[in-house]
């Protein structure tokens, strides 16, 4: 993975797994940086429909009946 601020490769300190997500603490490996940063990563069977049904709400303009 790239960091977010340099662009330089990174590598992993630690990670934590839990139930829905992987969280994977990070630090920049260019000397002048050192930038720590974390990304999380959730699993997924499929498709995601809580974001799917937000994308919906933002597009959609309610109806008043």
């Keep these: 993975m790239l960091c977010p601020k340099c662009g330089s490769k ?3 300190l630690n990670t934590i797994h839990k139930r829905e997500f992987t969280t994977r ?5 260019n000397g002048r ?4 940063f974390s990304t999380k990563e959730e ?3 499929g498709w995601h ?6 994308q919906i709400k933002e597009i959609v303009e309610p109806v008043d009946i």
């Design 10 to 12: 990174s590598t992993v």
């Design 25 to 29: 603490y990070r630090k920049c490996l």
């Design 33 to 36: 940086c050192n930038k720590r």
């Design 43 to 45: 699993y997924s069977s």
């Design 49 to 54: 429909y809580k974001s799917i049904v937000k």
